[in-house]
């Protein structure tokens, strides 16, 4: 996975070699197999953490084993506590979106700070497909099917630091198994990615159904309408250029 990841990070033009990252950990086996990665491809990373005081001493365990991960690794670590429920009672939104705009707020201001090139995401091609499939339910044109970009301006505050998301090229079983069998890392689990009631994680709950390659053709699928839609718009991206070729491919058989 690391020569993976690094490839898509060359790729994309996702890091500059000599820029600092900061690497947004929850404790989950995404972010913390992000993290290792980006540590073992030589890149100069800054952990942010939030706790939103959503889920009590779970809340409190994920901080506790973050501020410890940081610590074996010598990383250095931000911690932002945050009162969710009362900002999402001031927003009129629900705690999902606030607590959304409130980390990348936050992610946002203390990149610049840290003088940061990057924020750092753990999305893999699951998310990928998720959102796809939720925009497709509620109706979506192109943009929709576009799904999540490697690279994109912060969806939640005005900064010059672009979101990158180093793990699209992979899914999250195979994250698991390169934590698990091959570096041997421990991670904590978030009990409420199992909790239905969010939109998302019965879509989730859907996808897990789904084989390793359905859930790789549709973040394909996404990347390759990120391409037509730059077709679209004149832009000479790598997504583009994929397209083109995909389409020369098709006609070809």
């Given at each position: 996975m690391l020569r993976r990841v690094l490839k898509?990070?060359?790729?994309?033009?996702?890091?500059?070699?000599?820029?600092?990252?900061?690497?947004?950990?929850?404790?989950?086996?995404?972010?913390?197999?992000?993290?290792?990665?980006?540590?073992?491809?030589?890149?100069?990373c800054v952990v942010a953490h939030c706790n939103?005081?959503?889920r009590g001493e779970e809340s409190d365990r994920d901080e506790a084993f973050v501020r410890e991960l940081c610590a074996k690794r010598?990383?250095?670590?931000?911690?932002?506590h945050f009162d969710t429920h009362a900002a999402a009672?001031?927003?009129?939104?629900?705690?999902?979106?606030?607590?959304?705009?409130?980390?990348?707020?936050?992610?946002?201001?203390?990149?610049?700070?840290?003088?940061?090139?990057?924020?750092?995401?753990?999305?893999h091609q699951n998310d990928q497909a998720e959102t796809v499939l939720m925009n497709l339910r509620r109706g979506a044109g192109i943009r929709g099917l576009c799904g999540m970009?490697?690279?994109?301006?912060?969806p939640c505050a005005e900064s010059r630091i672009p979101v990158i998301r180093p793990l699209l090229c992979?899914?999250?079983?195979y994250i698991k198994h390169y934590l698990l069998d091959i570096r041997h890392i421990d991670w904590v689990e978030d009990s409420t990615n199992s909790d239905c009631?969010?939109?998302?994680?019965?879509?989730?709950?859907?996808?897990?159904g789904y084989s390793k390659a359905e859930i790789e053709h549709i973040a394909a699928t996404a990347r390759y309408m990120?391409?037509?839609?730059?077709?679209?718009?004149?832009?000479?991206?790598?997504?583009?250029?994929?397209?083109?070729?995909?389409?020369?491919?098709?006609?070809?058989?």
């Amino acid at each position: 996975m690391l020569r993976r990841v690094l490839k898509y990070i060359r790729d994309n033009g996702l890091l500059e070699r000599n820029g600092r990252v900061l690497v947004c950990v929850s404790g989950g086996a995404d972010s913390v197999a992000l993290l290792d990665v980006l540590l073992r491809g030589g890149y100069e990373c800054v952990v942010a953490h939030c706790n939103f005081h959503l889920r009590g001493e779970e809340s409190d365990r994920d901080e506790a084993f973050v501020r410890e991960l940081c610590a074996k690794r010598n990383v250095r670590l931000l911690v932002q506590h945050f009162d969710t429920h009362a900002a999402a009672e001031k927003d009129g939104k629900s705690i999902e979106l606030t607590a959304r705009r409130l980390r990348y707020e936050w992610f946002a201001q203390v990149g610049e700070e840290e003088n940061c090139s990057a924020i750092a995401v753990a999305h893999h091609q699951n998310d990928q497909a998720e959102t796809v499939l939720m925009n497709l339910r509620r109706g979506a044109g192109i943009r929709g099917l576009c799904g999540m970009r490697p690279k994109s301006p912060n969806p939640c505050a005005e900064s010059r630091i672009p979101v990158i998301r180093p793990l699209l090229c992979t899914t999250h079983d195979y994250i698991k198994h390169y934590l698990l069998d091959i570096r041997h890392i421990d991670w904590v689990e978030d009990s409420t990615n199992s909790d239905c009631k969010f939109r998302r994680n019965s879509i989730r709950a859907e996808i897990g159904g789904y084989s390793k390659a359905e859930i790789e053709h549709i973040a394909a699928t996404a990347r390759y309408m990120q391409g037509y839609l730059d077709m679209m718009e004149g832009k000479d991206s790598i997504q583009a250029r994929e397209a083109k070729e995909y389409e020369a491919q098709r006609q070809k058989k």
